[in-house]
């Protein structure tokens, strides 16, 4: 759960997002942009978190007081080298703020940090990470806590997709992709698992807001809606916009090589976000993969 030290929205000095230069921090980056406040929005170019030296670097960077989102890291995360590379760049970050103390601290986690439930997840679930993924996130969460404190928001997205994308992974983001250019779309088993897909102009603006309220806790993000995997194929072939003559995408089930995920359905209770920030709503399914074949058009 969130608590807000700004009771209404109220302008930091300044807003840093690190990772700014990715899919999700990009989109953070222009989420807060349009708050018209100052952003330093950092990517590689502007500092490699796994430099030896880049706690340094990015200290001379950062301010003491920014209000700072971390969205950096290498995922997903597969196996242990990717791990020592996401614990590399934490302890970069906050070799960091030692240096120069953040006002305020939202960290961009994931989901995956709970384990599998038979009812809708909750923020008061505690973290029982089975993958490798999430077992970074939750390491990297404990490290944050244990250097930020009382100035920590923690975000944790469920399976996010929108445009730009850049990991094409299996479901609405490669489904889009495979429908406009006319090809075959396969599907595990039948597509028949359930799950809570989340847009990241979503993400965005649930971080944006808890940069606002310099909100403390966490905050999943997820739409309380889960969708099997053969509806966000059956949305992105009825969305696609093929050219003159081109053919519609096929979609076909193939053989499971193993166990569904999360025992195929993995829901979500959003009452969380909606008590936080009532005027927020999360975008379905359909529209938000419309938005975001749209946007990879333009």
Known sequence: MLTHLNTSPRMPTRAVVIGGAGFVGGAVARRLSAESLEILSLGRTEVDLLAPDAGERLARLLRSGDAVVFAAARAPCRDVGMMIDNLAIVGAVLDAFAAAPPAHVVNISSDAVYGDEAVPLTEAMAPAPTSMHGAMHLAREIALRGAVGDRL?????????????PHNGYGPNRFRRLAAR????????????RRDHVSVDDVADLAARMVLHRSIGVLNAATGTVHSFREAAELAVAQAKPATGGRRSTIRGTPRSGPMPHNGFRPFDPAATYGAFPGFRYTGLEEGMARAAADSRS
Do not use: K, V
């Open 153 to 165: 928001a923690t975000l944790r997205p469920t399976l996010i997709y929108g445009a730009g994308d």
């Open 182 to 193: 006319g090809e075959e779309i396969a599907l595990f088993g039948d597509g028949e698992e």
